[in-house]
């Protein structure tokens, strides 16, 4: 089963055993965090109206080259009911254990969503359906 996060024209179905958390410190115009009973996360922030997927990826990307200096980056794009999802597949370690993310923008007819995906390696297989469906379910209606 899945439950349905709605906030300020963000709008995404998550897994009920997963926990969600609203984040009024970003700019954008919605943000929530969605953590799985382990280590892995699922962020979204929504930004009402066409702004440039290609540069909020980059700024995620650039966070992420200050914080973990030995960063492997892979670039990432897709394609999406005739629109471009711009973003980057990451690698590194921290305290000894080897984690993934991903960081993907898109544009929808409503606005723009940047969404950042993390897990440590040995979750990856098990949430990685989990943070695909979660993202899909911003492009559709459930």
Not at 117 to 132: G, K, M, R, S, Y
Request: aromatic share 12%; hydrophobic share 40%; charged share 20%.
């Amino acid at each position: 089963m899945h439950s349905v996060y709605e906030k300020d024209g963000l709008r995404f179905a998550y897994p009920e055993n997963w926990t969600v958390e609203d984040d009024d410190t970003s700019t954008a115009t919605a943000s929530a965090t969605v953590t799985s009973p382990d280590t892995a996360f699922w962020t979204v922030m929504f930004y009402r109206g066409n702004h440039d997927a290609e540069q909020l990826t980059e700024a995620v990307l650039e966070a992420f080259r200050q914080e973990y200096p030995q960063l492997e980056v892979d670039p990432a794009e897709n394609m999406h009911q005739g629109g471009s999802i711009f973003g980057y597949d990451l690698s590194f370690s921290f305290v000894d254990l080897l984690s993934t993310a991903t960081i993907r923008a898109f544009n929808q007819p409503e606005g723009t969503y940047l969404v950042l995906c993390q897990a440590e390696d040995h979750e990856i297989p098990a949430v990685e359906p989990v943070f695909e469906a979660m993202t899909a379910s911003l492009m559709t209606e459930f």
